[in-house]
Structures are given as C-alpha cells and as structure tokens.
C-alpha cells in the first residue's frame, strides 16, 4: 500500500482544516488506517484511527471533540477533519495503514510521507 497525505497548511487558531492521504491498490477495505502527528522536537504521537469497516475510531484525548477522522473506502481515501486548531497541534502529520495495528505507530507497516500542519496565535 502507498499512502499520500495532503492539506496541510497554516492557519490561525481556532480554523479548521481537513488532511487527506489516499491509498493505491485494491485492499484499502482490509487496512486500518491511522492519523499520527510529530510536533516539533517531539516523538511521533497518536491523534485517531479508523477500523477497516470504518464502523469503530479511535481518539487521543488531545483532539477528542475536535477532530474527526472518516474513511471513503470506494474512493480509498481516508480524512482527518480537524476543527478549533490550537498553536500545540503544529506539527507534521503522517497516515498510516495496517491490517493490524490501530493506536500503536510501531505497529504499522505502511506509512505516507506527512503533511506540515501549522497553527498560528
């Protein structure tokens, strides 16, 4: 599976934004897919993830309630609706995809190349 990201940009706090990363081949219905994020000088950090069936996701409690991630496996597509940004989710996001793994980034095995989110004051 090859992933590739995209919508990132720069922002003021409080703006929304939607990342998307789009799958090729034909078994993105078998992969859970998953949203990570590494903040400046930071480690690599879970944000959400979505099973394969797109019937259960997955939260950090930093972006609960905010954040929505959604999958279009007809289109093999995967989002990351991401409303109120604050200045601390600046950061480099990645998606992710494995038939296995769902908060843990080691567990993944197919990742894209990230997307630079950044959210002014």
């Known amino acids: 599976v090859q992933l590739q990201a995209s919508g990132g940009g720069l922002v003021q706090a409080g703006d929304s934004l939607r990342l998307s990363c789009a799958a090729s081949?034909?078994?993105?219905?078998?992969?859970?897919m998953g949203w990570f994020r590494q903040p400046p000088g930071k480690e690599r950090e879970f944000v959400a993830a979505?099973?394969?069936?797109?019937?259960?996701?997955y939260y950090s409690d930093s972006v609960k309630g905010r954040f929505t991630i959604s999958r279009d496996n007809a289109k093999n597509t995967v989002y990351l609706q991401m409303n109120s940004l604050k200045p601390e989710d600046t950061a480099v996001y990645y998606c992710?995809?494995?038939?296995?793994?769902?908060?843990?980034?080691?567990?993944?095995?197919?990742w894209g190349q990230g997307t630079l989110v950044t959210v002014s004051s």
């Open positions: 979505v099973i394969w069936s797109g019937g259960t996701k």
């Open positions: 081949g034909r078994t993105f219905s078998s992969y859970n």
């Open positions: 992710a995809a494995d038939t296995v793994a769902i908060k843990v980034a080691a567990g993944y095995r197919f």
